[in-house]
C-alpha cells in the first residue's frame, strides 16, 4: 500500500535492495523468503518484540536522489506481486516526468504530493469518514488480518504487547483483541506460536496473581487454559477483553449484533494507535454505567461530564463530585458514595443562567425546575461550553408532550407540594381519566375506571381508616408524616435530591399511600411513562384480540397470580392483570411471557395504575434484572451463581454443606424471579420490594445470605435436600410485618407448618437490618463484575446443555459415535456463528432466534453448506465440489426455506461417511436427480449430450411422480373421511408407525435415471477419482461400468414399450414430434433431431437390425476395436480430452469444465463445432433409462470401484484439518525454522 512519505536515514540496515534506478528503490526485508540464515531469525525476533512494521511489510520502495543520503519510504506491500504493481506504476508513470527536473529538492517535493495525492484518491473511496483509524493503527489490523488469515470483516479492537506462558516459558508477542477472537502471534530466534480463540468459546476470563504468574489474565475455554503476563497496563487491557467477551455471551444469549447500538459521537481527533471500535465500546461502556447509577432509559447517552461542586440546601455545603449531561437529563453524583444523587430531567428545567463568579463560588452554575427548585452548581472546569451545551438540548426538547393531561396533572402532584391522598368516598366518584389506558379503550366498562388512575389496593381495603387501626396506624401515620418531612427538605418528584437519608427512611418500610409514586420515582419507570404519554394505551388496543404462544400462557396463569388477595378475585383484577401482562409481551416479544412475571405484575398493580404497573414491568425486566424472564432465565441463573460465590465468601462452612445437597439451585430461583413474593407473607416481602426499587439487586442477595446465615445451625444439621428447603420454608413463612395496616392475607406457601412447633416469628425489619448489618460490605460494581464471571460460566452451560440435547435428538443409526457429532456440532455452529460476525447472503441464517427448539436455533444456508461441504466431504471433486454441494444442499433441504439445521447435515454426511456400498451409492444417486439436480445442470447436461444417442423425451420418472401424487390424493380423501368419525388414538399410533416406516425407503423406491442425469453422474464420478492414488484404475473402471450401462439403457428401450404411442425405434428417419408429454425441460421438447442431422448418425446407428454395442463405437481416428471395453489405455490417452475410445467416452462427457462449448470436439471422425449441435441436435435421448439396481449391479463388477466406495474414511481429521483452516478452535504452534549458516 502507499504510504505517507517519512525520511529513512539509514536504507540498507536490515533490508537488501533488490532493484533500483534514478529516483527509487525496491527492498526486501532480510529474513524474509528463502534462506536468511541467524540474520534473518535475528531480524523476524526484532519485528515481533519491537512490533516492526516489517512483519505485514516484508517489501518496501524508498525515494532517493543521487546526491542525497535521506530516502523517504513511499510505498509497501505484504507480497512482491503487490509491491511489484507500485513499481511498475511508478516507472511508467513517473520516471519520464523526474527527468525534466533539474533541481532535486523540487523532485522529492513532486514525488511527496503525487504520492500524498494517490492516498488522499483511496482513502476518499475506501473510508468516506476520513478520520476513521491512524495508519499505526491501520498497519496493526492489516498484520493481524495476514497473520491470522481473517476476512475483511473482521476489525481489529486494540492490541497489546504481551507474554504468553507456554508451559513455564513466557513468549513475547503481540496480543490482538478483534471484535470476535483473541489472537497471539510470538516469533523467537525461529520459534512462532500463533494463538486464536473466538470470544464465544470463553469460559472463564479473570485476573489473578500467583507466584508463578505474576499479575496475569487467564483466559479459559472447553479445551485448554491461556495465561498472558507482562502487560504495560493489565487493567485496561482486561476491561477491553471482559466487554469483548460480554458481546459475544450476548450474542449467543439473544444474537444482538455488536453495532446494533448507534455509535456515540467520535471526538474531534482521534487518539493515535486506538480504533474507532476501542472509542465506541468505552463510549458504550459508560453509557451502561451512567444509566444503571441514575436508573435512565435505555436509549440515552452520556455525551459529558466533568467536575464540580453542588451547593446543598439541606446541609448548607459545597459537596464535590461529577455533573454528567445527556441529551434529556443532567445529573450529578458526589465523590462520596451515598453523600447526595441528583436528576434533573430537562423537561423540567425552566431557567438555566451563569451566576456572578466570586472568590468562594466560582464559575456557578444556576439550573431552575417547573417545581420551583433551583440547583446552584459551582467550579466548573469550562461553563460556557457546558450552558451552550445545555441550550442545545434545550431547544431540542419538545415543547410540550402530546396528550400528556394526565402526565402533567400527576407531575404537578409529585414535583410540588404533597397533596392529601383521596378519601374513600372521593376515589368511588372519580370519573375515567380521558387519556388514560381504560378510559381510552373503545369500550371501556364503568366498573373498570377506578384501575385507571388507582392501585388496586385502594380500591379493596377502603373501608378500613388509618384512624381506627391503633397503634398500626399511628405508626403509618408517622411514617407518612416523616416522607412528608423529608419532601420539604430535600424535595419531592424526579429532581429529588437522594441521599442516605432517603434510605434510611426506605428501610423504616414506605407508607402504603406512597408506595406506588416511590416506587415510580427509585425505579426510573416515572422517566419513561412521562416521555411516553398514550403508549401504554396504544399498546393494549394493538394487542386486543391478538392470540399468541405468550397469550395462551399469560391465560393459564391469571389465576394463579395472588389468588388469596382480595384484589385478584374478581374480574377486575383479572382484566387489568390480563392486560399489562399482553400489553408487554406485544412490547417485547423477545421476552413474551415468563412464569413469575404474573406475581410480580400483580403486586406491582396493587400501588398503581395499569399505566403505572405496566412502566414498572419495563424497568424491572429491562433495566434492573436483565435478562432474568428470558426463555431461559439466565439472569436469574448468573444471579443464582453470585449467590453461590457470595455463600462461598461469607458462609463458608454452610457452602460446603449446601454443594453437598444442591439447595442453593433448588431455592434461589424462587427467591429471585419473585423477589421473595412467592415465598414470603406478601406485607413481609413487599417490603423487600420497597428496598429491591432502591438499591437493586443487592439487597435481594443480602436478604438471602441472612437467610441462610439465620438458619445455619438446622441446615447444618440436616440430611437431605428435602429437609433443608422444610427448614427454609417455615422460616420464610413466619416472617412477619407487625407493622402492616393491610389485613392479613393468608400465605399459600407450597411448604407449609408441620405438625411440629412452629418457628418463632421474625420481624421484617429485623431481617433487613441484619442483612444491612452483616453484608452491606456487596457494592454494585462487585455485583456487576460477578454477572460478567456468571453469565460466561451459565451461558457456556446452557450452549452444552443445548449440544447435548441436539445430540440426542440424532436418530442412532446415524453412524456417527457421540464425541462425532459433538465435533460436527461445534463446527456446524462456528460456521453459523461466522454468518452473525460477516453476514450472510440469507438473513435468516443471520438472525438466532433462542425461543426456537435447540435443533432449530442454528442453521446455514447454501453458501455456508458448500464451505462445510468441501473440507468435510470424503467425495471430494474438486472444482466439481461446489456443485456437488449445492445438490447436497437441495436434497436435504426438505421444507425449501434455503437453510438447513444440523440433523439435516448430519443426515446428509452420515450417507458420505457410514452404510455399506449400497447406502452410499443411494446418496450418489439421489444427488443426480431432482430435486438436488437444478434445471440448469440438466441443461449444462443437455449439452454435453451429443456424445450419446439422441430420441424422443422420456416420460417414466413424471409418470411415476404422477401415481404417486394421486395416490397420495386418494389416502387424503380416505383420511378425511375417517375424520368424519370419533377420532381413534390407534389409528393415528398406526398412521405413526407407518410413516416411521416410511423412512427406511428400499432401492426400489428410487425412480429410473435418464440420459441426462447419468451424463452427470459420469461427471461427478469423473471428478471424484481426480486426487486417488488409484485414479487411473478408477477412470478405466468407471469407463466400462459407463459403456455397460449405455448399453443396458440401449437394450432397456426396446422394452418400454408405451401404450398409446409410435415406437421410434421402428421409424428413425421420421420427422414427427414425440406427443407432448412434460419433458425435464421444455425448451428441448418441441426439437426432435432431424432426419438428416449429422449429429444423430454421431454415435452410429440406433437400428435394431444393428448390435446395440455397436451404438457406443464412434470413430476417432483411433486403433480401438468397435465395442470393446477391455482394451487397456496408456495414462496419457485416458488423460487426453479429444481421445474417444471406448473407455474415455464418458471421461470426455464429464469433462471438468462447466460449459463443453469452449472447445471443439471430434465426433464421429469430424470436427464439429458445438455450435451447430446445442439446439439442432441436442434433444438428449429420454427413451433412454437405467434403474439404481442396474448401476449397482455394474458398479459390483469392477473391484476398485468398490474398494473406493467402501474404503473407511476418519471424520474426526477431516474436522482437524477444516478447523485448522477455519481457526475456529484455538490452536498453537511452534514451527522451528530452518536455520542456515550465514
Not at 89 to 102: C, G, P, R
Not at 172 to 184: K, P, R
Not at 515 to 540: C, D, I, K, Q
Request: net charge negative; with cysteine; glycine share 6%.
Amino acid at each position: 500500500m502507499w504510504l505517507g512519505p517519512e525520511e529513512v536515514l539509514v536504507a540498507n540496515a536490515l533490508w537488501v535492495t533488490e532493484r533500483a534506478n534514478p529516483f527509487f528503490v525496491l527492498q526486501r526485508r532480510r529474513g524474509h523468503g528463502k534462506g536468511g540464515g541467524l540474520t534473518g531469525l535475528l531480524v523476524g525476533t526484532l519485528d515481533v518484540v519491537l512490533d516492526s512494521s516489517a512483519r505485514v511489510a516484508p517489501y518496501r520502495i524508498l525515494h532517493q536522489t543521487q546526491d542525497s543520503q535521506v530516502y523517504w519510504t513511499v510505498a509497501c506491500g505484504s507480497s512482491r506481486k503487490e509491491i511489484t504493481e507500485h513499481w511498475e506504476w511508478l516507472e511508467n508513470n513517473l520516471l519520464q516526468t523526474l527527468s525534466i527536473f533539474d533541481n532535486e529538492e523540487d523532485i522529492t517535493t513532486f514525488v511527496k504530493g503525487k504520492i500524498h495525492g494517490i492516498i488522499a484518491e483511496e482513502n476518499k473511496n475506501v473510508q468516506p469518514q476520513g478520520d476513521e483509524d491512524p495508519g499505526k493503527f491501520k498497519e496493526a489490523e492489516l498484520k493481524m488480518r495476514k497473520q491470522f488469515g481473517m476476512p475483511e470483516g473482521e476489525k481489529l479492537v486494540n492490541y497489546y504487547s504481551c507474554s504468553y506462558w507456554k508451559g513455564r516459558v513466557p513468549r513475547q508477542g503481540w496480543l490482538y483483541l478483534t471484535v470476535n477472537h483473541l489472537c497471539f502471534y510470538s516469533f523467537l530466534l525461529g520459534k512462532e506460536v500463533s494463538l486464536v480463540v473466538q470470544w464465544v468459546d470463553v469460559t472463564r476470563l479473570e485476573k489473578n496473581a500467583t507466584l508463578l504468574f505474576p499479575e496475569s489474565i487467564r483466559v479459559d475455554t472447553r479445551d485448554q487454559e491461556l495465561f498472558f503476563s507482562m502487560f504495560l497496563n493489565i487493567g485496561e487491557t482486561f476491561k477491553l477483553m471482559e466487554q469483548l467477551a460480554n458481546l459475544a455471551v450476548r450474542q449467543l444469549l439473544d444474537s444482538e449484533g455488536f453495532l446494533e447500538e448507534r455509535p456515540p459521537p467520535r471526538p474531534p481527533r482521534p487518539h493515535r494507535n486506538i480504533s474507532a471500535l476501542k472509542r465506541d465500546l468505552d463510549a458504550r461502556a459508560k453509557n451502561e454505567c451512567y444509566r444503571a447509577t441514575f436508573r435512565l432509559p435505555r436509549d440515552e447517552r452520556l455525551d459529558g461530564h466533568t467536575s464540580c461542586t453542588l451547593w446543598t440546601p439541606f446541609n448548607k455545603l459545597h459537596i464535590p463530585g461529577q455533573m454528567f449531561i445527556s441529551s434529556n437529563y443532567i445529573c450529578f453524583a458526589s465523590k462520596e458514595e451515598d453523600a447526595c444523587h441528583l436528576i434533573i430531567p430537562l423537561r423540567e428545567v425552566t431557567i438555566v443562567e451563569k451566576a456572578d463568579c466570586s472568590s468562594v463560588l466560582p464559575s456557578p452554575l444556576s439550573i431552575s425546575t417547573k417545581s420551583k427548585m433551583t440547583f446552584l452548581f459551582a467550579n466548573l472546569k469550562d461553563r460556557e461550553f457546558l450552558v451552550e451545551r445545555i441550550s442545545d438540548f434545550l431547544q431540542k426538547m419538545p415543547s410540550k408532550p402530546s396528550g400528556g393531561g394526565r402526565a402533567e396533572r400527576k407531575a404537578s402532584i409529585m414535583d410540588s407540594a404533597p397533596e392529601p391522598s383521596p378519601t374513600p368516598q372521593e376515589l368511588s366518584e372519580q370519573p375515567a381519566s380521558p387519556t388514560s389506558a381504560l378510559g381510552g379503550l373503545p369500550g371501556g366498562r364503568a366498573q373498570e375506571a377506578p384501575t385507571a388512575s388507582q392501585g388496586l389496593l385502594r380500591l379493596f381495603q377502603r373501608n378500613t381508616p388509618v384512624e381506627e387501626l391503633g397503634a398500626k396506624g399511628a405508626k403509618e401515620k408517622m411514617k407518612e408524616e416523616s416522607w412528608n418531612i423529608h419532601f420539604f427538605e430535600f424535595g419531592r418528584g424526579v429532581c429529588m435530591y437522594r441521599t442516605a437519608r432517603a434510605r434510611e427512611l426506605v428501610l423504616k418500610g414506605i407508607p402504603e399511600s406512597l408506595r406506588g409514586e416511590l416506587w415510580l420515582l427509585f425505579s426510573g419507570a416515572w422517566n419513561e411513562m412521562v416521555t411516553h404519554p398514550g403508549y401504554y394505551a396504544e399498546l393494549v388496543e394493538k394487542s386486543t384480540g391478538r392470540y399468541s404462544l405468550a397469550t395462551e400462557e399469560i391465560e393459564r396463569d391469571l389465576h394463579r397470580s395472588m389468588p388469596e388477595h382480595p384484589a385478584f378475585q374478581n374480574e377486575l383484577g383479572i382484566a387489568a392483570l390480563r392486560r399489562v401482562l399482553t400489553a408487554y409481551a406485544f412490547r417485547n416479544p423477545t421476552i413474551g411471557y415468563c412464569q413469575a412475571m404474573n406475581i410480580v405484575t400483580s403486586v406491582l398493580l396493587l400501588y398503581g395504575s395499569e399505566e403505572e404497573a405496566f412502566w414498572l414491568l419495563v424497568a424491572l425486566c429491562e433495566r434492573m434484572l436483565p435478562d432474568y424472564y428470558n426463555t431461559r432465565v439466565v439472569g436469574a441463573l448468573v444471579d443464582q451463581g453470585i449467590l453461590e460465590e457470595l455463600t462461598r465468601e461469607f458462609l463458608p462452612q454452610l457452602s460446603r454443606k449446601m454443594q453437598g445437597l444442591g439447595v442453593i439451585s433448588s431455592i434461589s430461583l424462587s427467591w429471585l424471579l419473585t423477589l421473595f413474593l412467592s415465598v414470603m407473607p406478601f406485607e413481609s416481602a413487599v417490603v423487600i420490594v420497597d428496598c429491591f426499587f432502591y438499591e437493586g439487586i443487592k439487597v435481594i442477595l443480602q436478604v438471602a445470605l441472612a437467610i441462610l446465615d439465620a438458619n445455619m445451625e438446622q441446615l447444618l444439621g440436616c440430611g437431605d435436600e428435602g429437609e433443608a428447603m422444610t427448614i427454609l420454608g417455615r422460616y420464610l413463612d413466619n416472617v412477619v410485618n407487625k407493622q402492616s395496616v393491610s389485613p392479613p392475607i393468608p400465605h399459600l406457601h407450597a411448604l407449609l407448618t408441620s405438625g411440629d412447633d412452629p418457628p418463632e416469628e421474625v420481624d421484617i425489619f429485623d431481617l433487613l437490618k441484619v442483612s444491612y448489618e452483616k453484608f452491606s460490605s456487596l457494592r454494585a460494581e462487585d455485583i456487576e463484575q460477578m454477572r460478567f464471571k456468571q453469565r460466561l460460566k451459565v451461558i457456556q452451560s446452557l450452549e452444552d446443555t443445548a449440544k447435548r440435547s441436539v445430540v440426542r435428538a440424532i436418530p442412532g443409526d446415524i453412524g456417527f459415535s457421540i464425541e462425532e457429532l459433538e465435533d460436527l456440532y461445534m463446527v456446524f455452529k462456528a460456521k453459523h456463528l461466522a454468518s452473525q460476525y460477516w453476514g450472510s447472503s440469507h438473513p435468516a441464517a443471520v438472525r438466532r432466534d433462542p425461543s426456537l427448539p435447540y435443533l432449530e436455533q442454528y442453521r446455514i444456508d447454501a453458501h455456508q453448506f458448500r464451505e462445510l461441504f468441501a473440507s468435510l466431504t470424503p467425495w471430494a471433486c474438486g472444482a466439481h465440489t461446489p456443485v456437488l454441494a449445492g445438490r447436497m444442499f437441495r436434497l436435504l433441504d426438505e421444507n425449501k426455506d434455503s437453510l438447513i439445521n444440523f440433523k439435516e447435515f448430519v443426515t446428509g454426511m452420515s450417507g458420505m461417511y457410514h452404510g455399506d456400498l449400497t447406502e452410499k451409492l443411494k446418496v450418489l444417486y439421489k444427488l443426480h436427480l431432482p430435486p438436488a439436480l437444478s434445471p440448469e445442470e440438466a441443461e449444462s447436461a443437455l449439452e454435453a449430450a451429443h456424445y450419446f444417442t439422441e430420441d424422443s423425451s422420456s416420460e417414466e420418472v413424471l409418470q411415476q411422480e404422477e401415481q404417486e401424487e394421486a395416490g397420495n390424493d386418494i389416502q387424503d380423501k380416505r383420511r378425511e373421511e375417517k375424520g368424519t368419525s370419533p377420532p381413534d388414538y390407534r389409528h393415528y399410533l398406526r398412521m405413526w408407525a407407518k410413516e416411521k416406516e416410511a423412512q427406511k425407503e428400499t432401492i426400489k423406491d428410487l425412480p429410473k435415471m435418464d440420459q441426462e442425469q447419468f451424463i452427470e453422474l459420469c461427471k461427478t464420478l469423473y471428478n471424484m477419482f481426480s486426487e486417488d492414488p488409484m485414479e487411473q484404475d478408477l477412470y478405466h473402471a468407471i469407463a466400462t461400468v459407463a459403456s455397460l450401462l449405455l448399453r443396458i439403457g440401449e437394450v432397456g428401450k426396446r422394452f418400454s414399450a408405451w401404450p398409446g404411442r409410435k415406437s421410434r425405434d421402428s421409424a428413425p428417419d421420421e420427422d414427427e414430434p414425440p406427443a407432448p408429454d412434460p419433458p425435464h425441460d421444455p425448451d428441448w421438447e418441441l426439437q426432435p433431431p432431424a432426419a438428416g442431422d449429422p449429429q444423430a448418425k454421431a454415435g452410429g446407428d440406433t437400428h435394431l437390425g444393428k448390435a446395440p454395442q455397436e451404438s457406443q463405437a464412434v470413430g476417432g481416428g483411433g486403433g480401438e476395436g468397435r465395442g470393446s471395453p477391455s482394451q487397456p489405455l496408456s495414462d496419457d490417452e485416458a488423460k487426453d480430452d479429444t481421445s474417444v475410445s471406448s473407455y474415455s467416452v464418458v471421461s470426455t462427457g464429464s469433462l471438468q469444465c462447466e460449459d463443453l462449448a469452449d472447445d471443439t470436439v471430434l465426433v464421429g471422425g469430424e470436427a464439429r463445432s458445438p455450435v451447430a449441435t446445442t439446439h439442432g441436435g441436442g434433444a438428449v435421448d429420454t427413451d433412454w433409462c437405467i434403474s439404481f439396481e442396474q448401476i449397482l449391479a455394474s458398479i459390483l463388477t469392477e473391484s476398485v470401484l468398490v474398494n473406493f466406495f467402501e474404503k473407511r474414511v476418519d471424520v474426526g481429521l477431516k474436522i482437524k484439518d477444516h478447523r485448522k483452516v477455519e481457526r475456529q478452535f484455538s490452536t498453537s504452534s511452534d514451527h522451528e525454522q530452518s536455520v542456515v549458516s550465514g
